[in-house]
């Protein structure tokens, strides 16, 4: 995370916002977050490269980790006390994050054989904390946490290639009948 440079902040945080009091740790998650995933997605794909395996899996952490600090302000009326000046700051981390994600996929789509098939899995989605649990967290030392996985929707299965059929719909599938161990 040290080595994520203030320029590769940027495009998530507008620091020139001054909120007196701020403390959430927005340094610390986003290099986190970016750390992990840049690390995965760099060994994940000289891997990859080299190697060419028949089944490749890269997991990307940063999403969950940014959406459980940000959540706040990717849906600020459901918190209904989120600052005009927070929206400025914050308001575009967890779209950005969806952004850096989609860029990565594109490259997978673009680098794709003809025979390979790529599949997206999200495990779980992610909703607003709860009041309940707003008022708890902070207590238990989850002063920043403002997005859970509990009652949220549920995740996601795409499957792009050319052995998939277009505008099939799964249901009822489960990461354990992707990823069963």
């Given at each position: 995370p040290e080595d994520i440079e203030a320029a590769a902040?940027?495009?998530?945080?507008?620091?020139?916002?001054d909120i007196p009091g701020d403390t959430v740790p927005w340094q610390t998650e986003l290099r986190r977050a970016l750390a992990d995933d840049m690390t995965y997605h760099n060994i994940g794909?000289?891997?990859?490269?080299?190697?060419?395996?028949?089944?490749?899996?890269?997991?990307?952490?940063?999403?969950?980790?940014?959406?459980?600090?940000?959540?706040?302000?990717?849906?600020?009326?459901?918190?209904?006390?989120?600052?005009?000046?927070?929206?400025?700051?914050?308001?575009?981390?967890?779209?950005?994050?969806?952004?850096?994600?989609?860029?990565?996929?594109?490259?997978?789509?673009?680098?794709?054989?003809?025979?390979?098939?790529?599949?997206?899995?999200?495990?779980?989605?992610?909703?607003p904390l709860p009041l309940a649990r707003r008022v708890i967290e902070p207590i238990k030392g989850n002063e920043h946490l403002s997005g859970y996985h509990e009652d949220a929707p549920d995740g996601l299965l795409i499957f792009h290639g050319s052995r998939v059929a277009a505008g099939a719909k799964i249901r009822g599938a489960s990461v354990l009948d992707i990823t069963p161990t």
């Open positions: 902040l940027e495009p998530f945080v507008d620091s020139s916002v794909t000289l891997l990859r490269n080299e190697e060419r395996p028949d089944v490749y899996a890269i997991y990307f952490f940063g999403l969950d980790a940014i959406g459980h600090t940000f959540m706040r302000y990717q849906a600020p009326d459901r918190f209904g006390d989120v600052s005009d000046a927070e929206m400025r700051k914050y308001g575009r981390v967890v779209e950005t994050y969806y952004s850096r994600l989609d860029s990565i996929l594109g490259g997978f789509i673009r680098s794709r054989t003809d025979d390979e098939t790529l599949v997206v899995i999200s495990g779980h989605g992610m909703d």
